[in-house]
């Protein structure tokens, strides 16, 4: 018994009778303007489909006009610098100065920052309107996406080349020395 005085004891002083309603009254104002701002705020909803095919279609089209401009295999060593020079000028002509890329556009999908779009609650959104992305947000897209998508493929040709996947794996218990030896033989 004197283990549970002294537990209760440790707690500290314990609290008015009323201090939950002095705690809500003194958060139900913040309450109230968040309940009223989400009434405001009519959401888009685009599907993720949509976008994934819009997508695709960027990658058949960039695919097709290297195929117009260059003969399958003819410069396969340069490749992936070719593939992210194109997907660069798609990039700046579309995305730099404002406009969906060739995927966007047939899906009547464009890039806006959602972050400065106006919040009225009278008109109905369509997702075209509104601010297009900031300069650091085209910047961050162009590195990350043309960037990304360069760095993957030049990774995956090195891989090839230095033949990774043909390499055997041990399993996890099987560690072996790098002379071939293993383990028990080391002991031994």
Request: aromatic residues 12%; glycine residues 6%; charged residues 25%.
């Amino acid at each position: 018994m004197p283990q549970v005085e002294s537990a209760t004891a440790s707690e500290g002083p314990t609290p008015p009778q009323d201090a939950w309603v002095v705690e809500f009254h003194r958060l139900l104002p913040r309450w109230e303007s968040l309940r009223d701002s989400s009434k405001v705020i009519i959401p888009i909803s685009i599907s993720r489909v949509n976008q994934f095919d819009a997508a695709r279609l960027d990658v058949e089209m960039s695919a097709m006009l290297k195929e117009q401009l260059l003969k399958p295999g003819l410069l396969f060593q340069y490749e992936p610098e070719l593939d992210a020079f194109l997907e660069f000028l798609i990039w700046r002509f579309s995305i730099w100065v404002d406009k969906p890329t060739p995927g966007n556009a047939l899906m009547n999908l464009r890039y806006r920052d959602e972050r400065a779009a106006p919040i009225t609650g009278k008109e109905v959104r369509t997702g075209l309107e509104g601010p297009g992305l900031s300069v650091y947000q085209k910047i961050f897209y162009c590195i990350s996406f043309v960037g990304g998508q360069y760095i993957w493929s030049r990774l995956q040709s090195f891989s090839a080349f230095r033949r990774w996947g043909d390499s055997e794996q041990g399993t996890a218990g099987d560690i072996s020395s790098p002379r071939g030896e293993d383990q028990e033989d080391r002991v031994s």
